[in-house]
């Protein structure tokens, strides 16, 4: 299964657990907010921290939510690949396979889309 389809998955999983949860489901996403919004780092190198964070905890879904939400604020490849460098660095080889599965997950999602035959 390729990186789209594992973040779509992971999408319609999360919906419906937010449905059985809604509270606490809300909870989080205030949260969320609350952390991406405010202070003086900008989203973009808060993301960075998140998926450092992603890599270290072996969460594949979290890498890909991660690596989605750096595309879309305007991350460039070199700067993944040194926050890469930097997550292997502090967490040795379990680090250096899941970072692997953020760049490939980057480069699938950068590649252009391809028509369905």
């Given at each position: 299964m390729g990186y789209k389809a594992k973040i779509a998955d992971m999408?319609?999983?999360?919906?419906?657990?937010n449905k059985?949860?809604?509270?606490?489901?809300a909870g989080f996403a205030t949260l969320s907010k609350a952390v991406k919004e405010n202070g003086p780092l900008s989203f973009k190198e808060?993301?960075?921290?998140?998926?450092?964070?992603?890599?270290?905890?072996?969460?594949?879904?979290?890498?890909?939510?991660h690596v989605e939400?750096?595309?879309?604020?305007?991350?460039t490849r070199e700067e993944l690949g040194d926050v890469l460098s930097?997550?292997?660095?502090?967490?040795?080889?379990p680090?250096?396979?899941?970072a692997a599965h953020a760049l490939?997950?980057?480069?699938?999602?950068?590649?252009p889309a391809v028509a369905a035959e």
């Amino acid at each position: 299964m390729g990186y789209k389809a594992k973040i779509a998955d992971m999408r319609g999983e999360i919906r419906a657990m937010n449905k059985l949860i809604p509270e606490a489901a809300a909870g989080f996403a205030t949260l969320s907010k609350a952390v991406k919004e405010n202070g003086p780092l900008s989203f973009k190198e808060k993301e960075y921290v998140a998926l450092a964070i992603a890599i270290s905890q072996r969460c594949e879904p979290c890498i890909n939510f991660h690596v989605e939400a750096l595309m879309k604020s305007g991350a460039t490849r070199e700067e993944l690949g040194d926050v890469l460098s930097m997550s292997i660095q502090m967490g040795g080889g379990p680090a250096l396979m899941y970072a692997a599965h953020a760049l490939a997950c980057w480069d699938e999602l950068a590649a252009p889309a391809v028509a369905a035959e």
